[in-house]
């Protein structure tokens, strides 16, 4: 069983505690990674997270399984594969963009900022508030739409499935400003993508935006 953890789908951990299964192993992805059950949930826009949880899940099924080790090697090489593009992209990210400010509706792409070192100028109330579905505070607030007016930031980085009125009118006010806005989204999209394609698609426009704003000024 693989589980995120982190307060995520606590619904998972209630099914795996239902019933007991002799040998069961439960891979929870926030112990796995350290992280505490207020930690930010979202690990999988965490590229360096994603490659160890890739490391353990192959190291659980050989321990599984010794005899066919060279078969979960092989099969772990092609999964490695697939992720080149996405590495490409990232460090194309981190290459032209670290220190860029750049701000987002949610805690989101949290994870993926730090990885890049892009500056993610959003009061951390304000991300942790939407993230939790509750009203951030009125000084966050007030501070993203003066961030806004200060072309504090280059990019928006805005959650499609996370959308409320507040975060639809920080998306209008920043196009009004000329600053591109990037939609990212909580689960893969479209649903017939990988893993590696959704995230290399999203990090691709998000250095479109980068590279736009950049000639605009």
Same mark, same amino acid.
């Given at each position: 069983?693989?589980?995120?953890?982190?307060?995520?789908?606590s619904?998972?951990? #209630?099914?795996? =505690?239902a019933?007991?299964?002799?040998?069961?192993?439960?891979?929870?992805?926030?112990r796995?990674?350290? @992280?505490? =059950?207020?930690?930010?949930?979202?690990?999988?826009?965490?590229?360096g997270?994603?490659?160890?949880?890739i490391?353990k $899940?192959t190291?659980?099924?050989?321990?599984?399984?010794?005899?066919?080790?060279?078969?979960?090697?092989?099969?772990?090489a092609?999964?490695?594969?697939?992720? #080149?593009p996405?590495?490409? *992209?990232?460090?194309?990210l981190r *290459?032209?963009?670290?220190?860029?400010?750049?701000?987002?509706?949610?805690?989101?792409v949290?994870?993926?900022?730090?990885?890049v070192?892009?500056?993610?100028v959003?009061?951390?109330?304000f991300m942790e508030?939407?993230?939790?579905?509750?009203?951030?505070?009125?000084?966050?607030?007030?501070?993203?739409?003066?961030? $806004?007016?200060?072309?504090a930031?280059r990019?928006l980085v805005y959650n499609?499935q996370t959308?409320?009125?507040?975060?639809t009118?920080? @998306?209008?006010a920043?196009a009004?400003?000329?600053i591109?806005?990037?939609?990212v989204?909580?689960? $893969?999209?479209p649903p017939?993508? =990988?893993f590696?394609?959704?995230?290399?698609g #999203?990090?691709s426009a998000?250095?479109n935006?980068?590279?736009?704003?950049?000639?605009?000024?």
């Amino acid at each position: 069983m693989i589980v995120n953890g982190a307060g995520y789908d606590s619904w998972a951990q #209630q099914l795996i =505690s239902a019933e007991a299964v002799s040998g069961r192993t439960v891979l929870d992805v926030a112990r796995l990674l350290g @992280k505490g =059950s207020a930690a930010n949930p979202h690990f999988w826009y965490g590229p360096g997270y994603v490659a160890h949880v890739i490391n353990k $899940i192959t190291a659980d099924y050989i321990a599984f399984d010794p005899a066919d080790r060279g078969y979960f090697g092989q099969r772990h090489a092609v999964v490695e594969a697939a992720f #080149q593009p996405e590495r490409a *992209a990232l460090a194309y990210l981190r *290459a032209h963009f670290s220190g860029t400010p750049v701000a987002a509706t949610e805690s989101i792409v949290a994870y993926l900022a730090q990885y890049v070192h892009l500056d993610l100028v959003t009061p951390s109330p304000f991300m942790e508030a939407v993230a939790e579905g509750n009203d951030p505070p009125a000084p966050s607030v007030a501070t993203f739409y003066r961030q $806004i007016a200060a072309k504090a930031f280059r990019v928006l980085v805005y959650n499609v499935q996370t959308v409320t009125p507040l975060t639809t009118s920080l @998306k209008t006010a920043a196009a009004q400003a000329d600053i591109p806005v990037i939609g990212v989204s909580e689960t $893969i999209q479209p649903p017939i993508d =990988s893993f590696e394609q959704w995230m290399t698609g #999203q990090l691709s426009a998000l250095a479109n935006g980068l590279n736009a704003q950049a000639l605009g000024q």
